[in-house]
Protein backbone atom coordinates (compact mmCIF):
# COMPACT_ATOMS: atom_id res chain seq x y z
CA UNK A 1 0.00 0.00 0.00
CA UNK A 2 1.31 3.69 -0.61
CA UNK A 3 1.85 5.58 2.10
CA UNK A 4 2.09 9.64 2.03
CA UNK A 5 5.33 9.84 2.82
CA UNK A 6 6.68 7.15 0.51
CA UNK A 7 10.06 8.52 -1.20
CA UNK A 8 10.58 10.77 0.94
CA UNK A 9 14.05 11.12 3.30
CA UNK A 10 13.69 12.77 6.72
CA UNK A 11 17.22 13.99 8.74
CA UNK A 12 16.27 13.66 12.06
CA UNK A 13 18.97 15.14 14.52
CA UNK A 14 18.45 13.71 17.99
CA UNK A 15 16.99 10.69 16.08
CA UNK A 16 18.37 8.05 18.01
CA UNK A 17 16.14 8.03 21.66
CA UNK A 18 13.80 9.57 23.02
CA UNK A 19 11.29 12.23 21.04
CA UNK A 20 13.55 12.00 17.64
CA UNK A 21 13.61 8.35 18.13
CA UNK A 22 9.45 8.20 18.29
CA UNK A 23 9.57 10.73 15.33
CA UNK A 24 11.47 8.42 13.42
CA UNK A 25 9.45 5.37 13.97
CA UNK A 26 6.04 7.62 12.88
CA UNK A 27 7.87 8.60 9.66
CA UNK A 28 8.72 4.92 8.92
CA UNK A 29 5.34 4.23 9.33
CA UNK A 30 4.28 6.99 6.79
CA UNK A 31 6.57 5.73 4.56
CA UNK A 32 9.94 8.17 4.67
CA UNK A 33 13.71 6.95 4.92
CA UNK A 34 14.90 8.23 8.01
CA UNK A 35 18.35 9.63 8.55
CA UNK A 36 18.47 9.64 12.18
CA UNK A 37 22.07 11.91 13.35
CA UNK A 38 23.54 11.75 16.98
CA UNK A 39 27.64 11.45 18.28
CA UNK A 40 27.64 8.15 19.12
CA UNK A 41 27.95 5.56 15.94
CA UNK A 42 26.63 2.37 18.92
CA UNK A 43 23.55 3.44 20.15
CA UNK A 44 22.52 4.89 16.92
CA UNK A 45 23.01 1.46 14.85
CA UNK A 46 21.15 0.45 17.58
CA UNK A 47 18.09 2.83 16.45
CA UNK A 48 18.38 1.53 12.92
CA UNK A 49 17.96 -1.77 13.52
CA UNK A 50 15.28 -0.95 15.37
CA UNK A 51 13.57 1.15 12.75
CA UNK A 52 14.20 -1.53 10.20
CA UNK A 53 13.61 -0.67 6.64
CA UNK A 54 15.85 1.66 4.78
CA UNK A 55 16.88 3.62 8.50
CA UNK A 56 20.32 5.08 8.39
CA UNK A 57 22.68 6.73 10.37
CA UNK A 58 25.08 9.26 10.52
CA UNK A 59 27.47 10.19 13.79
CA UNK A 60 27.20 13.92 13.85
CA UNK A 61 28.05 16.82 16.27
CA UNK A 62 25.17 19.62 15.51
CA UNK A 63 27.09 22.08 17.78
CA UNK A 64 30.23 21.47 15.14
CA UNK A 65 29.63 23.22 12.11
CA UNK A 66 32.32 21.37 10.19
CA UNK A 67 30.24 17.89 11.60
CA UNK A 68 26.45 19.85 10.15
CA UNK A 69 28.32 20.64 6.49
CA UNK A 70 30.02 17.20 6.08
CA UNK A 71 26.21 15.28 7.27
CA UNK A 72 24.53 17.72 4.04
CA UNK A 73 27.21 16.77 1.77
CA UNK A 74 26.68 13.31 1.93
CA UNK A 75 22.76 13.69 2.05
CA UNK A 76 22.14 15.33 -0.79
CA UNK A 77 18.06 14.94 -0.42
CA UNK A 78 16.25 16.49 2.25
CA UNK A 79 12.62 16.62 2.18
CA UNK A 80 12.09 16.70 6.21
CA UNK A 81 14.41 18.20 8.31
CA UNK A 82 13.52 17.87 12.22
CA UNK A 83 15.98 18.84 14.62
CA UNK A 84 15.25 17.33 18.17
CA UNK A 85 19.53 16.86 18.97
CA UNK A 86 19.72 18.40 22.84
CA UNK A 87 19.42 18.24 26.16
CA UNK A 88 18.61 20.60 29.06
CA UNK A 89 20.20 22.19 32.51
CA UNK A 90 18.43 22.61 35.69
CA UNK A 91 19.41 24.84 38.69
CA UNK A 92 19.01 28.36 40.14
CA UNK A 93 20.62 31.29 38.46
CA UNK A 94 23.19 30.89 40.85
CA UNK A 95 24.33 28.16 40.18
CA UNK A 96 24.14 27.68 36.22
CA UNK A 97 27.14 29.61 34.76
CA UNK A 98 27.10 31.26 31.58
CA UNK A 99 29.61 29.11 30.45
CA UNK A 100 26.99 26.37 30.97
CA UNK A 101 24.13 28.06 29.13
CA UNK A 102 26.49 28.66 26.21
CA UNK A 103 27.07 24.78 26.30
CA UNK A 104 22.97 24.63 26.22
CA UNK A 105 22.95 27.19 23.47
CA UNK A 106 25.52 26.08 21.13
CA UNK A 107 23.45 22.31 20.72
CA UNK A 108 20.34 23.65 20.83
CA UNK A 109 19.87 26.90 19.67
CA UNK A 110 23.17 27.19 17.16
CA UNK A 111 22.80 23.75 16.58
CA UNK A 112 19.26 23.80 15.25
CA UNK A 113 20.11 26.90 13.47
CA UNK A 114 23.07 25.40 11.57
CA UNK A 115 21.42 22.57 10.63
CA UNK A 116 18.71 24.49 9.05
CA UNK A 117 21.65 26.50 7.40
CA UNK A 118 23.30 23.77 5.86
CA UNK A 119 20.21 21.95 4.75
CA UNK A 120 17.85 24.64 2.96
CA UNK A 121 19.80 24.52 0.36
CA UNK A 122 18.95 20.81 -0.03
CA UNK A 123 15.04 21.41 -0.21
CA UNK A 124 13.10 21.58 -2.99
CA UNK A 125 9.08 23.32 -2.61
CA UNK A 126 7.29 20.86 -0.61
CA UNK A 127 9.85 20.17 1.73
CA UNK A 128 9.18 21.07 5.55
CA UNK A 129 11.53 21.91 8.82
CA UNK A 130 10.29 21.13 11.97
CA UNK A 131 12.48 23.03 14.98
CA UNK A 132 11.96 21.59 18.49
CA UNK A 133 11.81 24.24 21.42
CA UNK A 134 9.89 23.40 24.71
CA UNK A 135 6.91 25.15 26.88
CA UNK A 136 9.38 27.28 28.54
CA UNK A 137 8.96 30.03 26.03
CA UNK A 138 5.58 30.70 27.44
CA UNK A 139 5.27 29.08 31.52
CA UNK A 140 7.39 30.05 33.51
CA UNK A 141 9.56 27.10 34.91
CA UNK A 142 11.37 26.61 37.95
CA UNK A 143 14.44 25.95 37.93
CA UNK A 144 14.80 26.04 33.94
CA UNK A 145 16.04 29.39 32.97
CA UNK A 146 18.50 28.56 30.65
CA UNK A 147 16.27 25.64 28.98
CA UNK A 148 13.33 28.50 28.85
CA UNK A 149 15.79 30.66 26.95
CA UNK A 150 16.57 28.36 24.37
CA UNK A 151 12.74 27.43 24.10
CA UNK A 152 11.97 31.28 23.46
CA UNK A 153 15.21 31.64 20.85
CA UNK A 154 13.85 28.57 19.22
CA UNK A 155 10.58 29.77 18.72
CA UNK A 156 11.44 33.19 17.30
CA UNK A 157 13.80 31.26 14.46
CA UNK A 158 10.94 29.25 13.75
CA UNK A 159 8.11 31.81 13.46
CA UNK A 160 11.48 33.98 11.21
CA UNK A 161 12.41 31.04 8.96
CA UNK A 162 8.03 30.30 8.32
CA UNK A 163 7.82 33.70 6.73
CA UNK A 164 11.52 33.60 4.87
CA UNK A 165 10.77 30.21 3.32
CA UNK A 166 7.55 30.29 2.94
CA UNK A 167 7.38 32.04 -0.47
CA UNK A 168 9.96 28.93 -1.44
CA UNK A 169 7.48 26.22 -0.43
CA UNK A 170 9.25 25.24 2.45
CA UNK A 171 7.15 25.07 6.08
CA UNK A 172 8.77 25.96 9.08
CA UNK A 173 7.09 25.24 12.57
CA UNK A 174 8.33 24.10 15.93
CA UNK A 175 6.79 21.66 18.10
CA UNK A 176 6.97 22.82 22.29
CA UNK A 177 6.53 20.07 24.12
CA UNK A 178 5.86 19.94 28.02
CA UNK A 179 7.60 17.64 30.31
CA UNK A 180 7.57 14.03 28.57
CA UNK A 181 7.43 10.65 29.99
CA UNK A 182 9.60 8.23 29.18
CA UNK A 183 12.47 10.26 27.67
CA UNK A 184 14.70 10.55 31.16
CA UNK A 185 15.26 13.91 30.60
CA UNK A 186 18.66 13.63 30.78
CA UNK A 187 20.14 16.83 32.10
CA UNK A 188 23.60 18.00 30.81
CA UNK A 189 23.60 18.88 34.31
CA UNK A 190 21.31 19.60 37.09
CA UNK A 191 20.51 16.05 37.84
CA UNK A 192 19.26 16.94 41.33
CA UNK A 193 16.73 19.57 40.75
CA UNK A 194 14.94 17.27 37.91
CA UNK A 195 12.07 15.11 40.28
CA UNK A 196 11.03 18.82 41.53
CA UNK A 197 10.84 20.57 38.29
CA UNK A 198 8.61 17.34 37.12
CA UNK A 199 6.53 17.61 40.12
CA UNK A 200 5.93 21.47 39.72
CA UNK A 201 5.75 21.45 35.97
CA UNK A 202 2.88 18.90 36.60
CA UNK A 203 0.98 20.99 38.59
CA UNK A 204 0.43 22.97 35.82
CA UNK A 205 -0.62 20.60 33.80
CA UNK A 206 -4.38 20.36 34.09
CA UNK A 207 -4.73 15.96 33.64
CA UNK A 208 -1.61 16.57 36.04
CA UNK A 209 0.75 13.65 33.74
CA UNK A 210 3.88 14.11 31.23
CA UNK A 211 3.22 13.64 27.96
CA UNK A 212 4.27 11.03 25.48
CA UNK A 213 7.32 10.98 22.59
CA UNK A 214 4.40 9.31 20.50
CA UNK A 215 2.16 12.82 21.11
CA UNK A 216 5.09 14.51 20.20
CA UNK A 217 5.29 12.29 17.18
CA UNK A 218 1.60 12.70 15.93
CA UNK A 219 2.66 16.43 16.17
CA UNK A 220 5.28 16.11 13.55
CA UNK A 221 3.24 13.12 11.72
CA UNK A 222 0.86 15.82 10.91
CA UNK A 223 3.20 19.05 9.97
CA UNK A 224 5.26 16.34 8.25
CA UNK A 225 1.80 15.49 6.22
CA UNK A 226 -0.13 18.57 5.96
CA UNK A 227 1.31 19.95 2.91
CA UNK A 228 -0.44 21.48 0.17
CA UNK A 229 -0.55 21.51 -2.77
CA UNK A 230 2.02 18.80 -2.15
N1 LIG B 1 11.95 15.26 27.28
C1 LIG B 1 11.28 16.37 27.56
O1 LIG B 1 10.48 16.47 28.50
C2 LIG B 1 11.49 17.60 26.66
C3 LIG B 1 10.61 18.68 26.80
C4 LIG B 1 10.80 19.81 25.98
C5 LIG B 1 11.85 19.85 25.08
N2 LIG B 1 12.69 18.78 24.98
C6 LIG B 1 13.80 18.86 24.01
O2 LIG B 1 13.52 17.93 22.98
C7 LIG B 1 14.74 17.40 22.47
C8 LIG B 1 14.72 15.88 22.56
O3 LIG B 1 14.54 15.53 23.94
P1 LIG B 1 14.55 14.03 24.46
O4 LIG B 1 13.95 14.05 25.79
O5 LIG B 1 14.05 13.15 23.40
O6 LIG B 1 16.13 13.85 24.68
P2 LIG B 1 17.06 12.57 24.55
O7 LIG B 1 16.32 11.30 24.68
O8 LIG B 1 18.19 12.84 25.47
O9 LIG B 1 17.54 12.68 23.04
C9 LIG B 1 18.38 13.68 22.61
C10 LIG B 1 19.17 13.12 21.44
O10 LIG B 1 20.01 14.16 20.94
C11 LIG B 1 21.30 13.62 20.69
N3 LIG B 1 22.24 14.72 20.88
C12 LIG B 1 22.47 15.43 22.01
N4 LIG B 1 23.39 16.38 21.78
C13 LIG B 1 23.74 16.26 20.48
C14 LIG B 1 24.66 16.95 19.64
N5 LIG B 1 25.40 17.98 20.10
N6 LIG B 1 24.76 16.58 18.34
C15 LIG B 1 24.02 15.55 17.85
N7 LIG B 1 23.14 14.86 18.61
C16 LIG B 1 23.01 15.20 19.90
C17 LIG B 1 21.48 12.50 21.73
O11 LIG B 1 22.36 11.50 21.28
P3 LIG B 1 23.94 11.52 21.67
O12 LIG B 1 24.02 11.97 23.10
O13 LIG B 1 24.38 10.11 21.43
O14 LIG B 1 24.55 12.49 20.72
C18 LIG B 1 20.06 11.94 21.83
O15 LIG B 1 19.84 10.91 20.88
C19 LIG B 1 15.87 18.01 23.31
O16 LIG B 1 16.38 19.13 22.64
C20 LIG B 1 15.15 18.42 24.59
O17 LIG B 1 15.81 19.48 25.24
C21 LIG B 1 12.53 17.65 25.75
Keep these: MREVLDGKVAIITGGGSGIGFAIAQRFVSLGATPVIV ?3 QESLDEAVTKLGR ?4 VVADVSNDDDVRALFEKEERVDILVTCAGGAIFGPIEKVTPEDV ?3 FATRVFGQMSVAHFAVPRMKQGGTIIFCSGVGDVVGLVPYSA ?15 AVELGGRGI ?3 AVSPGVI ?15 DFVARAMRTVPLARPGSAEDVADAAGYLATSFYPP
Excluded: F, Q, W
Design 38 to 40: GRN
Design 54 to 57: DARA
Design 102 to 104: RTL
Design 147 to 161: GSAVDGAVNALARSL
Design 171 to 173: RVN
Design 181 to 195: GGTGIRPAKGTEYVE
